[in-house]
């Protein structure tokens, strides 16, 4: 299977700040088949980005997504109170879909 | 608007089963499949497996293969998780996900809300 591995584990920043998260595979994501997702305390993920750089409908264009191959990444323009929260990556080009182990996103 | 409205929480013993509900609205319930996410306490996300909901495909996770089932009530638009002898370590938040139709492969949007079953003596 497909190992994700997601870095930094915690990134401290302030509001308007530039977010850059890190997403590695194992082995190449068929088709860029990779997708990052937001999760709140006490809430359900919500889909951000699919195909690596696609956003969801609804989702502001300050998210953007890149990348190919093993190396993915997540970059959120300017830091709104609403966007500190958890950040999984997940790839579905290959089963089992795997998930990586998250980034958290805190007030510094 | 599309949604998944899941079962509400359960407590079950070492060994018992549970069965976890997730009804969908908002969109035609066979051109897609369902997905069935868990995250423990303070966690990550992990995929248990997969049904597609047009021709009742499934994929599950190598690791609960013979312990879990999924399945679908078309006319009710409503997908079903059983999980059997519980441990301790499937305490977690269960959650639906709306996927792909043919295959396990996709991102998952929209989620249910979650259903949090605690396995304990």
């Known amino acids: 299977e497909i190992v994700l591995t997601q870095s930094p584990g915690t990134l401290s920043l302030s509001p308007g700040e530039r977010a850059t998260l890190s997403c590695r595979a194992s082995q190449s994501v068929s088709s860029s088949y990779l997708a990052w997702y937001q999760q709140k305390p006490g809430q359900a993920p919500r889909l951000l980005i699919y195909?690596?750089?696609s956003r969801a409908t609804g989702i502001p264009d300050r998210f953007s997504g890149s990348g190919s191959g093993t190396d993915f990444t997540l970059t959120i323009s300017r830091l709104e109170p609403e966007d500190f929260a958890v950040y999984y990556c997940?790839?579905?080009?290959?089963?089992?879909?795997?998930f990586g182990p998250g980034t958290k996103v805190d007030i510094k | 608007q599309v949604q998944l409205v899941q079962s509400g929480a359960e407590v079950k013993k070492p060994g018992a089963s549970v069965k976890v509900s997730c009804k969908a609205s908002?969109?035609?319930?066979?051109?897609?499949?369902i997905s069935w996410v868990r995250q423990a306490p303070g966690q990550g996300l992990e995929w248990m497996g997969w049904?597609?909901?047009?021709?009742?495909?499934?994929n599950y996770a190598q690791k609960l293969q013979g312990r879990v089932t999924m399945t679908t009530d078309t006319s009710t638009s409503t997908a079903y998780m059983e999980l059997r002898s519980l441990r301790s370590d499937d305490t977690a938040v269960y959650y639906c996900?709306?996927?792909?139709?043919?295959?396990?492969?996709?991102?998952?949007?929209?989620w249910g809300q979650g259903t949090l079953v605690t396995v304990s003596s």
């Open positions: 049904i597609s909901a047009y021709n009742g495909n499934t």
């Open positions: 195909g690596a750089s």
């Open positions: 996900a709306r996927g792909g139709s043919y295959s396990a492969g996709s991102m998952f949007d929209p």
């Open positions: 908002g969109y035609t319930f066979t051109s897609y499949g």
């Open positions: 997940q790839q579905y080009g290959s089963s089992p879909v795997t």
